[in-house]
């Protein structure tokens, strides 16, 4: 497998720690690698791969949309803070070519998933609140995993988000869902939803530890994703019970 990493920061750098021998180039504006070759935009790459891991930025998703669908590449993105629009532009592309696009790339965070799926049908006397935490330099708030959590939720229960109250002076409602945002030192990331009920509580938690685990995980996206046709693909859409996150 021949990969390119298209955004050279901490993850992309666990991406070429995780499979050196995989990785054939890096892009990235402001930003080298010493073993492979560099370039500043995907239109000056003249490597082919098999696929682009995209850890970068919403604004640079045209360029990069656009490239896989030129050369029929497959692309695994998990850039975060994309609005609706472009999320759909990515839509439109996976007709074209294979798309894994995810807020997170854990497998804990899709098991997460499956627990709200289990649990959020049969709480449904419980108030349910979110809440992330994450390093000081995120700019974005709610995270997208956040959002993909809620999604998830609100995919089983017609709840309402809420992300501030400081405005009102209501009691809550039950169809409300609270969402919380935390920013401080160098938190990978947290992710917790709340359920409460009547004197008890539930709480489902996903903490990373450290980056490698989005690195291992892209890496894994991109070996499933180019054995795949056109389509957008998700972390429970892509693999098959068989599959393993464990990157040997």
């Known amino acids: 497998m021949r990969l390119a990493i298209h955004g050279y920061g901490a993850t992309g750098h666990y991406v070429h720690e ?19 070759p560099s370039y500043g935009t995907l239109a000056e790459m003249t490597e082919s791969v098999d696929a682009i891991i995209d850890f970068s930025h919403p604004s640079l998703l045209p360029d990069l949309l656009a490239y896989g669908i030129r050369t029929k590449t497959p692309l695994v993105i998990a850039t975060t803070g994309f609005s609706d629009a472009e999320l759909q532009t990515i839509r439109e592309a996976s007709t ?19 627990l709200l799926k289990t649990l959020v049908p049969l709480a449904g006397a419980f108030d349910i609140e979110l809440l992330e935490k994450h390093h000081n330099q995120k700019v974005d708030a709610p995270s997208g995993t956040a959002e993909l959590l809620l999604r998830t939720i609100q995919d089983l229960r017609n709840v309402t988000p809420v992300y501030e109250r400081e405005s009102t002076r209501e009691k809550r409602e039950a169809n409300e869902i609270g969402m919380h945002s935390m920013r401080g030192g160098t938190i990978f990331g947290e992710h917790e939803v709340l359920f409460a009920g009547v004197d008890e509580l539930i709480e489902i938690k996903h903490t ?8 291992s995980g892209a890496i894994k996206a991109a070996e499933a994703l180019i054995q795949k046709s056109a389509g957008l693909y998700t972390l429970e859409t892509l693999y098959t019970q068989e599959d393993s996150h464990v990157i040997n």
């Open 96 to 114: 074209q070519i294979p798309i894994f696009q995810s807020y997170n790339m854990s497998f804990g965070i899709a098991m997460m998933q499956q």
């Open 208 to 215: 990373a530890l450290s980056k490698k685990v989005f690195a």
């Open 18 to 36: 995780l499979a050196p021998d995989a990785v054939v180039a890096v892009i990235d504006k402001t930003k080298t690698a010493e073993q492979v």
